[in-house]
């Protein structure tokens, strides 16, 4: 359940906190900035980019057939798929294979649907340890707290807080530089690696022709999280299928292009199923879960649909004006920023979520930077008609709202009355709100000058201006 | 399980009714290039890895004893012999070498220094092994020019740990195997490759976790070479 007013609060103390608007301005405008350059490389962007759509578009329209053509050729190759309606049948299935075979420790790649179905907390109360290996969500996980952005999970710490956190920790040398604590996370997760029987990653994308997982990371940790443990399991949202492996080409340019800037990753895995038997390391069991919780709601409707589109690469979350001030933890959602405000209130219900579709100023940046195009700002509009229509059916007495509403509807559908409704509010503006300073009172206006001013209204209207101007 | 049937219905009944969009047929453009030897060294120079040119005489075994004691390593492990066979490294067998069993091949190098022929010893495949090495040297299934990428994949005999467990990997490329682009790459590979895993490797591991400050040899491998041959 998502709570309103510790959104409100969330956003004041984001604002207030100046460490964190440093963190966020510097890291924000280099990924921005980098993202730009990469793109800029590439004469076809735009080609690339609807290619990319269609296919999303495409599957999405058919994805029952894709999903069982996938579960055929993982099957084939020994692999296992498990499917789950909700994140709790997701984690069920983890906890009953490890308590099954006695196991107590697994580790982690980035994946942030095991965010979305709590699976760390989940395992914890199972008597699990999960331990989280990329860079970033290890430092999230020893701080214990959440991540705030896609790809880079500790972007609201800086280099001195996550310094300070290793020597508290690990007992880390206080020196506080970036290749110690780089050095320090190596050490202490390889041997985490070589001990933990289960390895847990995501799914960037499941290609359907072949049965292949595909990974997308730059440290390695996913790597180590396929290959040395006994027992590999993936979390895949039903949405992440695509068709054909040739289709990767186009996914993984734009994809990597709009997340980092690089060309290419250091490492993209394609895994098909577990270990081949004459193939000496690897592990011996592959299973694939795939976990609908709350997707195939938004299936159904033609035009939210677009938003599992999404590939999860967070130049949303870079460019948005919002997500630049009040970072990811306000948005008290596993997904944030622009993306989170369309994906939270559809996975869950506009209920539990009546804040995030109106956490955006509508101005269109995160829909140019989509490398699949989704049409945030249109999904933001269609979700606030939504949630303002639940508000209406709920709340059919007189509101003040709906009372200056109906009001402002009449005046605006008369020149006449419009030309004396400016002219007395004016001058009684003038009179109440700006020489006695009681505008700040009036209860709507509050809210407003909380932040700012009001500006000075001007001495003549527009129709006063343009009448002296013809004499 | 009663999952699979009700969600798989639940999903079709969401789809159903819906135009479908068509799945597009035409790939768009991926670059080409006049020549790709250099653009796969620039590309790949650019994200940390070196890149050895042994397409010449006597240059591939050169780079060899370059990569011995660049990795400061005293041990080499080599993927297969096959690996050797197929670029003419010379090599012969310990006395000690096993002939049978799941082996891992291996030549001893003290004072980083390399001699040819090679003497090649073997010991028990795992990954207590493997932990403990520090250099390994793998054939490329091929090379992407485009990115600088190495695709490796694990074939019988090898496994996934081989190319990730050592702190310095070497690739040895022919450069009949350098293609141009990615498009190129994934429509055939994927579908034909027998093994569990394909992997396309650009440069060493690499985070920007803290502060999108860039760091290098945080999981995988730390130092990255390439060796072009002919």
Known sequence: MINTAKINRNVEAALADRQLQ??????????????DDSVAEVPNWEELSRYARDVKLHTLSRLDHYLAMLEEKITAQGGKVIWAETGQEAVQFIVDLARQRKIGKLVKSKSMLSEEIHLNSMLGRAQIESIETDLGEYIVQLAGETPSHLLAPALHKSQKEIADLFVRNLGMTPSGDVHEITSTARRVLREHFLSAPIGVTG???????????VLVENEGNARLSVSVPQI?????GIEKVIPRTRDLAVFLKVLIRSATGQKMTSYISCLNGPRRPEELTGPDEFYLVLVDNGRSKILADRFLRQTLSCIRCGACQNICPVYQRIGGHAYESTYQGPIGAILTPQLTSLAAAPEHAFA?????????????????PH???????QAQREKKTKASQLSLERLVMGGWALVMCSPRLYVV??????????????IRGLGRFLTPLTHWYKHREIPELAARSFRELYRSREE | MGSRSAM????RRACAGNGTTELPSQMPDFPHYADPVAQFRKEFEAVGGVFLDGRGSGELLEGLKTVV????????????QALLRRYDIPFNRAPSHHKAGNLLLYSCHPEQKIDFPLLLESRSHGKAELARSSLSISPARCGIAETGTIVHEVTPGTGRLFSLLPPTRLVLLSERDLIMNSAEFFPDLLVDSQGSVVTLITGPSRTADIEKTLVVGVHGPKKMFVILTS
């Open chain 1, 379 to 385: 999904i933001l509009l269609k979700l606030r008609e």
């Open chain 1, 22 to 35: 440093r963190n966020l301005c510097s890291t924000l405008g280099k990924s921005v900035r980098m993202r």
């Open chain 1, 232 to 236: 590999h399991i993936a979390l895949m």
């Open chain 1, 360 to 376: 955006s100023s509508l101005c269109g940046a995160c829909q140019e930077v989509c490398p699949v195009q989704i049409e945030i």
């Open chain 2, 69 to 80: 004691r660049a990795s400061d390593s005293i041990e080499v492990y080599w993927e297969s």
């Open chain 2, 8 to 11: 798989l219905d639940r999903i």
């Open chain 1, 421 to 434: 409704f400016s002219r007395w509010t004016r001058r009684l503006w003038r009179w109440v709100g700006d």
């Open chain 1, 203 to 213: 799914v960037n994308f499941g290609v359907a022709e072949t049965g292949t997982i």
